[in-house]
Structures are given as C-alpha cells and as structure tokens.
C-alpha cells in the first residue's frame, strides 16, 4: 500500500481545476530545475539525457512519473492477483498471462479497460499537451503544466508550500524509479521459470534455509540441488499459452 500513496502527489488538490503546479527548483542546470535527484548519488545520469532541451526534459518527467505511477500499480497487482483475483476467480498462475486469459474468458471487460484507458491518455494530452497547429509546438507540453499533474487529487495530498511539495515530488519519483525496476524483474522472472512471484520467493527462501542447515551440520535437510532445480524449471504454462 506504501507504493499506492505516492501516485496522487503531484496532483492538483481541486477536482476539476487545473492548478499551475509551482515547485522550487532544485538546481537549474541539471534537469532544467526538476526535483528527483537525491544524495548519495546526486545528479546521476551516466549516459546523458539530460543535456536537451528544457522542454524536452519536461517530455521526459512527463513519461518517467506516469511510467512510475503504473509500476507502483502494477508492483501489488502482481501480487494480488496471483494470490486471489479480486475481480476473476478462475483466472490463476502468473500474472503475465493474465492479461491473455482475461481477452480470451471475458473479452468485453477487455474492450473495457482498453476504453478506460484511452480515455485517461486523452484526458493527460488535454490537460498537458500543446496542441499541435503547427510544427514548433507538435509533441509538446504546454507552458502552464507541470509534467504529471493532470487534476487528479480526490484525497488532497497535494502540498501548497513548495518546497514540501517538491519533496513529496521526489518521493513519487523515487518510489516509481524503484517500482519501474522490481515490475521488470518479475515479468523476467515470471518469463524463465513461468512461476508465480511468490512462490518462486519460497523456493528461494526455502533454498537459503537449506544452505543454512547443511553449513550447521543439521541431518536430513532437504536437498538444496532439487530446490534451486525446482526454482529455474519451467512450469506448464497456464491456461495453455505456451509450450
């Protein structure tokens, strides 16, 4: 739940009015003043995205904070899902192919959700994005919005200070940065050993526990080449997606 809280941060606190998000700029030669960096690695960017334009770099937080947002979504989706479906009871084994059975069972709440996000995504290019009558301003945000503030904070988290809003700021980054990296090693774990997240993480956990008990001398423990074995096997696919 920790991961939820932080993806209605940046958002405008009156429903329906967007708000120019004002935000104290952290140092304005890197990342055009955007908040994100944090000690101990600072101002990291080792392959050089930052040097563009400043628009450009406002596309850029614009796609990293709302890629971040669906991670921190998608992070304890995985792991609901693949315990009990709130939604489809007969949908089971791992989330990556939930979506795939999801089409083939109930194809109309698929129609559903692809609408539901269409909608949003034409809602954030309203609220954000310039419109486009002529080349200068095609694939770009407007002056006025701030990347990732779409007037979206039915809770009203959203500070009016500046500088605890740019702290809260760098918290939801940090948080998606983080949530970006664990949802990609579970959809690569999930892809070599077909295996729910969890009980991959108790093949592993009872593995340690086996290597512990063998370095103490304990008798009969369970024999850890059969555990790491049983981790990297792949499991039939479920709902015969696969080979």
Same mark, same amino acid.
């Given at each position: 739940?920790?991961? /939820? #809280?932080?993806?209605? *941060?940046?958002?405008?606190?009156?429903? !329906?009015?967007?708000?120019?998000?004002?935000?104290?700029?952290?140092?304005?030669?890197?990342?055009?003043?955007?908040?994100?960096? /944090? @000690? &101990?690695?600072?101002?990291?960017?080792?392959? !050089?995205?930052?040097?563009?334009?400043?628009?450009?770099?406002?596309?850029?937080?614009?796609?990293?904070?709302?890629?971040?947002?669906?991670?921190?979504?998608?992070?304890? !989706?995985? %792991?609901?899902?693949?315990?009990?479906?709130?939604?489809?009871?007969?949908?089971?084994? @791992?989330? *990556?192919?939930? /979506?795939?059975?999801?089409?083939?069972?109930? @194809?109309?709440?698929?129609?559903? %959700?692809?609408?539901?996000?269409?909608?949003?995504?034409?809602?954030?290019? %309203?609220? !954000?994005?310039?419109?486009?009558?002529?080349?200068?301003?095609?694939?770009?945000?407007?002056?006025?919005?701030?990347?990732?503030?779409?007037?979206?904070?039915? #809770?009203?988290?959203?500070?009016?200070? &500046?500088?605890? $809003?740019?702290?809260?700021?760098?918290?939801?980054?940090?948080?998606?940065? #983080?949530?970006? $990296?664990?949802?990609?090693?579970?959809?690569?774990?999930?892809?070599?050993?077909?295996?729910?997240?969890?009980?991959? %993480?108790? #093949?592993?956990?009872?593995?340690?526990?086996?290597?512990?008990?063998?370095?103490?001398?304990?008798?009969?423990?369970?024999?850890?080449?059969? *555990?790491?074995?049983? *981790?990297?096997?792949?499991?039939?696919?479920?709902?015969?997606?696969?080979?």
């Amino acid at each position: 739940m920790l991961l /939820l #809280l932080p993806t209605v *941060i940046a958002f405008t606190n009156v429903p !329906g009015i967007v708000k120019k998000t004002v935000v104290r700029a952290s140092d304005p030669s890197f990342c055009d003043g955007l908040p994100g960096a /944090l @000690p &101990p690695v600072g101002q990291w960017d080792p392959l !050089g995205f930052s040097n563009v334009s400043p628009g450009e770099i406002r596309r850029y937080r614009e796609a990293e904070t709302q890629h971040g947002r669906v991670a921190m979504l998608a992070v304890p !989706g995985f %792991l609901v899902a693949e315990s009990w479906h709130p939604l489809f009871k007969d949908v089971e084994g @791992p989330a *990556i192919d939930h /979506l795939t059975q999801v089409r083939q069972e109930y @194809p109309f709440f698929f129609e559903l %959700l692809a609408l539901g996000i269409g909608l949003l995504e034409v809602n954030r290019a %309203l609220q !954000g994005w310039a419109f486009p009558d002529s080349r200068r301003v095609a694939n770009t945000l407007k002056e006025d919005y701030y990347p990732g503030d779409v007037g979206f904070d039915p #809770l009203g988290l959203k500070p009016t200070d &500046p500088d605890e $809003l740019e702290t809260m700021i760098t918290r939801e980054l940090q948080n998606g940065r #983080l949530a970006m $990296l664990a949802a990609a090693g579970f959809m690569a774990q999930e892809l070599t050993n077909h295996k729910p997240i969890l009980e991959t %993480l108790k #093949l592993i956990l009872l593995f340690d526990q086996t290597e512990i008990d063998k370095n103490l001398g304990i008798p009969d423990a369970t024999n850890p080449l059969a *555990i790491e074995a049983e *981790i990297f096997s792949p499991a039939p696919d479920t709902f015969g997606l696969g080979n």
